[in-house]
T-cell receptor
Framework: SAVISQKPSRDICQRGTSLTIQCQVDSQVTMMFWYRQQPGQSLTLIATANQGSEATYESGFVIDKFPISRPNLTFSTLTVSNMSPEDSSIYLC??????????FGQGTRLTVV | QKEVEQNSGPLSVPEGAIASLNCTYSDRVSQSFFWYRQYSGKSPELIMSIYSNGDKEDGRFTAQLNKASQYVSLLIRDSQPSDSATYLCAVNPGSYQLTFGKGTKLSVIP
């Protein structure tokens, strides 16, 4: 497995502001993904972070709201823009190794007030 | 729409008993199947992966897969209070992306 460092681990933000979450992996990985887990719910895929190109977003998620970067094979960022209380969730970075097993970062617990 | 269904629970079992967690999936082309454990406030932790029909054992955990019935299960033998968590079933239809079930909350009663 890979060591995945995600930060910040938690934050409380004012509505209308933006937060950038970072995900750093200790080895080159095949795929990187960003998930959202709303309170009491399961994981929902936001997008696939593509190295050197635009992310691939799932239905219901758009680049203007959740811009994603992946400048190399070991690092990605997710920005939550123009936040509202409905964006309060846990955001998780995930990496997939060659055998398709997925591993998660520690998560970022976001509260928007 | 690809779906993964789990009984949300809570499932309560006494310490030392066998806990049985079930999962069904809708996408017949799914190739890889995973069980994750998630403690409250923590991120999911991979505990089992299974790729072919039959049973796969790892310590106290056994994963079972039946592709014809589109059914995956996880058995936890000699359940311990530390096993109390939410267990997420995840399915990979072949694109590296995972589809997660809503999870089953397991409580092991001392």
């Amino acid at each position: 497995s890979a060591v995945i460092s995600q930060k910040p681990s938690r934050d409380i933000c004012q509505r209308g502001t933006s937060l950038t979450i970072q995900c750093q992996v200790d080895s080159q990985v095949t795929m990187m993904f960003w998930y959202r887990q709303q309170p009491g719910q399961s994981l929902t895929l936001i997008a696939t972070a593509n190295q050197g190109s635009e992310a691939t977003y799932e239905s219901g998620f758009v680049i203007d709201k959740f811009p994603i970067s992946r400048p190399n094979l070991t690092f990605s960022t997710l920005t939550v823009s123009n936040m509202s209380p409905e964006d309060s969730s846990i955001y998780l970075c995930s990496v997939v190794m060659v055998n398709t097993e997925a591993f998660f970062g520690q998560g970022t617990r976001l509260t928007v007030v | 729409q690809k779906e993964v269904e789990q009984n949300s629970g809570p499932l309560s079992v006494p310490e030392g008993a066998i806990a049985s967690l079930n999962c069904t999936y809708s996408d017949r082309v799914s190739q890889s199947f995973f069980w994750y454990r998630q403690y409250s406030g923590k991120s999911p932790e991979l505990i089992m992966s299974i790729y072919s029909n039959g049973d796969k054992e790892d310590g106290r955990f056994t994963a079972q897969l039946n592709k014809a019935s589109q059914y995956v299960s996880l058995l936890i033998r000699d359940s311990q209070p530390s096993d109390s968590a939410t267990y997420l079933c995840a399915v990979n239809p072949g694109s590296y992306q995972l589809t997660f079930g809503k999870g089953t909350k397991l409580s092991v009663i001392p």
